[in-house]
């Protein structure tokens, strides 16, 4: 079942869309949640009130820059988002930098997402696979 996110006390004056800008940010990101980007791929954590955000590509001057970073998005019962970083683009265990890719969470190994495929803007595709593994 669809439902739409409710938006936190806090904002409720920002009217229209500007709750999700204040989950997802509206400039160029920083320390503590995801630049805007598009082509990023998600999925849920199982037994869990938060979803995982992984790599996609943002806007820059020479056309789209691919991602290679996690982050994770947890949801209180009041709908109050926290934006965690679970992986660095330059972390040494990162995947290639990417877009369009896919993550999905692997069935009977809990905080396990597989990462596979997706490609840099116009240079690579990607066939490779990669698994992250959430710890609580």
């Known amino acids: 079942v669809w439902r739409p996110l409710a938006a936190p006390s806090s904002a409720s004056s920002l009217g229209g869309l500007g709750f999700l800008s204040q989950l997802f940010g509206s400039g160029g990101g920083d320390a503590d949640r995801p630049s805007p980007r598009a082509g990023a ?6 037994d869990s009130n938060g979803i995982v955000v992984c790599c996609g590509a ?5 056309g789209l820059v691919p991602r ?5 998005l947890t949801l209180d019962s009041e709908g109050e988002g926290q934006w965690t970083c679970l992986l660095a683009d330059d972390a040494p265990n990162a995947p290639a930098p990417r877009n369009a890719a896919t993550l999905t969470p692997l069935g009977g190994r809990p905080g396990e997402l597989l990462l596979h495929g997706g490609w840099h803007p116009f240079v690579r ?12």
């Open 58 to 62: 943002e806007a820059g001057a020479g």
């Open 125 to 136: 595709t990607y066939a490779d696979s990669r698994v992250l593994r959430v710890e609580a």
């Open 41 to 46: 791929c998600a999925a849920s954590l199982p």
């Open 68 to 72: 290679a970073d996690a982050w994770a």
